[in-house]
């Protein structure tokens, strides 16, 4: 089991705003990464840190954390938003990654 | 301009030894803050992190795997290398690699190899 859990699936209306959440006890002290997947394509890296977006990610991505709650926001989803994302960040000792399981983005 | 390319075996039979080389460009393994790490993913199932090696050679390993986990850094030849002793059915995976940037307060898998498939199979 892991250390970090997300629902394993979400759905969302083209356009509109969608959370997807990652929640464990290391991300009241860590920050969470999160990476989206589609088929047959490695992991690309959208948010880390506080609220970081590397170069070439859209605007419409942001991070945020709550507790031991990390969040990933897309505002104004787009049919090309429908992936698998995953948060990483340390597990509980602090000295290991982990990543959860992973969350199944619909956009309809 | 920062790449990796994971090369290695896409068939070994169980009990077998898995070396896997991961060779990059574009950074220096010996800066400080930098890292490189491998990650797996069984076909349909969720990303698992395997092991990490930084600049200082500091190594981390998945304590669940770290029994049969290996991880070496060639500087000079641009190379991480893994090692799995003792493969199953149960390892067959798409392994990856990643350059890892550690900062104070965040770090993350920033750049990520295409990924090779790793069948285990008799």
């Known amino acids: 089991s892991s250390e970090l859990t997300q629902d394993p699936a979400v759905s969302v209306a083209l356009g509109q705003t969608v959370r997807i959440t990652c929640q464990g006890d290391?991300?009241?002290?860590?920050?969470a990464s999160w990476y989206q997947q589609k088929p047959g394509q490695a992991p690309v890296l959208v948010i880390y840190?506080?609220?970081n977006r590397p170069s070439g990610i859209p605007d419409r991505f942001s991070g945020s954390r709550s507790g031991n709650t990390a969040s990933l926001t897309i505002t104004g989803a787009q049919a090309e938003d429908e992936a698998d994302y995953y948060c990483?960040?340390?597990?509980?000792?602090?000295?290991?990654?982990?990543f959860g399981g992973g969350t199944k983005l619909t956009v309809l | 301009q920062i790449t990796l390319k994971e090369s290695g075996p896409t068939l070994v039979k169980p009990t077998q030894t898995l070396t896997l080389t991961c060779t990059f460009s574009?950074?220096?393994?010996?800066?400080?803050?930098?890292?490189v790490g491998w990650i797996r993913q069984p076909p349909g199932k969720a990303l698992e992190w395997l092991t990490l090696?930084?600049?200082?050679?500091?190594?981390r390993y998945s304590p669940s795997l770290k029994s049969r986990l290996t991880i070496t850094k060639d500087t000079s030849k641009n190379q991480v290398v893994l090692t799995m002793t003792n493969m199953d059915p149960v390892d067959t995976a798409t392994y990856y690699c990643?350059?890892?940037?550690?900062?104070?307060?965040?770090?993350?898998?920033?750049?990520w190899g295409q990924g090779t498939m790793v069948t285990v199979s008799s």
């Open positions: 990643a350059h890892f940037s550690s900062g104070l307060i965040d770090d993350a898998f920033d750049i």
């Open positions: 574009g950074f220096s393994l010996s800066t400080s803050g930098v890292g």
């Open positions: 090696i930084y600049w200082d050679d500091d190594k």
């Open positions: 290391s991300l009241r002290r860590y920050y």
């Open positions: 840190g506080k609220n």
């Open positions: 990483n960040s340390r597990d509980s000792s602090g000295n290991h990654r982990v």
